[in-house]
């Protein structure tokens, strides 16, 4: 299997996505470590949660799939109505915790190669009203992705995104009307272990490793720019 | 009331002060907009709206805080005071700071990226929202992003998603506030303030390089080349334009 002997880590653990993905990457071979969003508050907390992961498998860990977006941003309501404690919440928590996430992975794979992906659904390209500070902090999630490409490519660490269809990260609080008119060219928004897992493992697994910096939606064919 | 395509109408501009923000500012009052010099240091702002003054444009400084949502919310009330109305928000005001790496990131440089550009966005948007809905089809909010927020940053790897992040909440406010006849577009200059001259100063290959890859050949002049366009956004022909991304930079970059 590609990703036998390979230890994973998934944050977000608890949704059905980031759950669905760490399912997916075991079908693939993986042996995979599911971080709660709560253990990525600092950076000590996220170097502990994958230090605990890497222990358990007696080996560090090859491939960080970062599926995590704080639960306050799911919460759709007018932006004019989102007071600065939610923004907070939503924005900083998102962020700091990927920011967190990322540093805790690079600490491990320096020097010896690694894989990132990053889940940023379509949303952000596409704009979600009444989803405002999601939107901003998932398209944040992308370029700290694309940044981080830049930076830690020379240490042989890939970075990529994986943006899946709008419900399958917000569920009943989108209708993902917003991402096209036309319908998932292939008849379904798509399930996170089954259609979502395999797609991970490549980008995650041994053979992508030219490719970084990109974002490859698995949505069924719905958003398709560029 | 000067004439021109803005006669009229009242914009805030933050960061007014210097660079693209004073090109903005200086753009939007010659096409007849009074205009509010948002500045964080009115040493820096009440020369900008002097000289706005002086060529016979309408033009106010307001000390402003863009990362204090106080100092944001006083500001356009201060705007409605001196002028009865608010249609034009532009939110440029940024500080940043020196080349990072991402793995020594810590939260201090974070909230510095992240104070002016997203919480200055938020607070500048929801203070202006309710002038904007009353102007109707004249309210326009304009976001100041950057290339950076589209390919990424190798030398300043949080800058990047900072200004991603104005980006899509140009996307989503667009979608939200269509109904209310408000526009939401953001503009990604490349531009002859006086931060990438300090660059250039620093780094001469930089601007060599820079202009090697500009079909135009040259960095963009502030009021003539940005702030030209920030007007056309903020004018009643650009009305159906929204959620976009204007890239001003010579054709430096293509990739959208």
Known sequence: MVLTGRVAVVTGGGSALADGLAAGLRAAGASVGVVDGRRLRSRDDAEAAFAEISTGAGAPIDALIHAFVDPAAMVPGPFADVDPSA???????????????????????????????????????????????????????????????????????????????????????????????????????????????????????????????????????????? | MTAGPLAGRTAVVTGAGQGVGEGIAKALASAGANVVIAARRAETGEPVAEVIRERGHVAECVVTDVTDEHSVTACVAATLDRFGALEIMVHNAFRGSANHRLEDVDLKLWSNYSGTAVWGSYFCARAAFPHLRAAGRSGRLVLVTSPSGVEGSVNMPVYSPVKAAQRAMAKSLAREWGEHGITVNCIAPVAETPALMGAFALNPVLKERLTARTPLGRVGDPEHDIGSVVAFLASDAAGYVTGQTVVCDGGSFTGL
Do not use: H, Y
Request: hydrophobic share 50%; glycine share 14%; with cysteine.
């Open chain 1, 87 to 226: 923004f907070e919440a939503a924005w900083e928590g998102t962020m700091q915790a990927a920011l967190f996430a990322l540093q805790a992975a690079f600490g491990q794979m320096r020097g010896r190669g690694g894989r990132i992906l990053v889940v940023t659904p379509t949303s952000s390209m596409s704009g979600e009203p009444g989803l405002v500070a999601a939107t901003m902090a998932i398209e944040g999630l992308r370029l700290l992705a694309k940044s981080a490409a830049r930076q830690w490519g020379a240490d042989g660490i890939t970075v990529n995104c994986l943006a899946p269809a709008p419900e399958v990260a917000f569920g009943d609080a989108v209708a993902g009307a917003a991402v096209s008119l036309a319908p998932p060219a292939l008849g379904r928004p798509g399930d996170p272990e089954v259609d979502l897992g395999p797609v991970a493992a490549w980008l995650v697994g041994p053979d992508s490793g030219f490719v970084t910096g990109v974002t490859v939606c698995a949505d069924g064919g719905t958003w398709m720019a560029p």
